[in-house]
T-cell receptor, first 114, second 113 residues
Framework: DQQVKQNSPSLSVQEGRISILNCDYT??????FLWYKKYPAEGPTFLIS?????DKNEDGRFTVFLNKSAKHLSLHIVPSQPGDSAVYFC?????????????FGTGTLLAVQP | KAGVTQTPRYLIKTRGQQVTLSCSPI?????VSWYQQTPGQGLQFLFE???????NKGNFPGRFSGRQFSNSRSEMNVSTLELGDSALYLC????????????FGSGTRLTVV
């Protein structure tokens, strides 16, 4: 049972345009959401996060939006750059989680074309 | 500061064998978590150790085990390897429960033949 879903395995965007990566979740107990970026042969690196008490968090070119009623979050990258080409994972954690357990989606491969 | 170090980077084993993977967390980090990444499955949580105690375990068979030492270094062991165990095994360390400080190593690529 996939509690965190990224339904788009891949996305191609032109340099300078907006990239929108989507993520859906099913567990209403999730209260914290994160996005990680992963290059080949490297471990994932933390990108941005959002608490369930917020609906938006922004960090430079990256903005994450959370729609709790729809159990949906999205990552916007504006403007997209070729260096953003990587696999992006959405992850979630449960309310009151006393341990570092994250539930990851299957990832979206973003390709930014020059 | 030094990052999370995983050894070895690559490993080829035969079905039925066992394997031990190592993870050295960032200095001062006491929590170490392990994940398995396979194509199409994303990252699947294996277990988490904190101060030498397993705090949480994912939905994996008992062939997968781990431990943590007093210096926070962690090992995971897979016994009786199966072809389906071929994956990238990642460990992540953090201070306590601070996901922004959740740093991953580069992983160990295990191939079972």
């Amino acid at each position: 049972d996939q509690q965190v879903k990224q339904n788009s395995p891949s996305l191609s965007v032109q340099e300078g345009r907006i990239s929108i990566l989507n993520c859906d979740y099913t567990n209403s107990m999730f209260d914290y959401f994160l996005w990680y970026k992963k290059y080949p042969a490297e471990g994932p690196t933390f990108l941005i996060s959002i608490s369930s008490i917020k609906d938006k968090n922004e960090d430079g070119r990256f903005t994450v939006f959370l729609n709790k009623s729809a159990k949906h979050l999205s990552l916007h990258i504006v403007p997209s750059q070729p260096g953003d080409s990587a696999v992006y994972f959405c992850a979630a954690s449960e309310i009151g989680g006393a341990t570092n357990k994250l539930i990851f989606g299957t990832g979206t491969l973003l390709a930014v074309q020059p | 500061k030094a990052g999370v170090t995983q050894t070895p980077r690559y490993l080829i084993k035969t079905r039925g064998q066992q394997v031990t993977l190592s993870c050295s967390p960032i200095s001062g980090h006491r929590s170490v978590s392990w994940y398995q990444q396979t194509p199409g499955q994303g990252l699947q949580f294996l277990f988490e150790y904190f101060s030498e105690t397993q705090r949480n375990k994912g939905n994996f068979p008992g062939r997968f085990s781990g431990r943590q030492f007093s210096n926070s270094r962690s090992e995971m062991n897979v016994s009786t390897l199966e072809l389906g165990d071929s994956a990238l095994y990642l460990c992540a360390s953090s201070l306590v429960t601070d996901y922004t400080g959740y740093t991953f190593g580069s992983g160990t690529r295990l191939t079972v033949v």
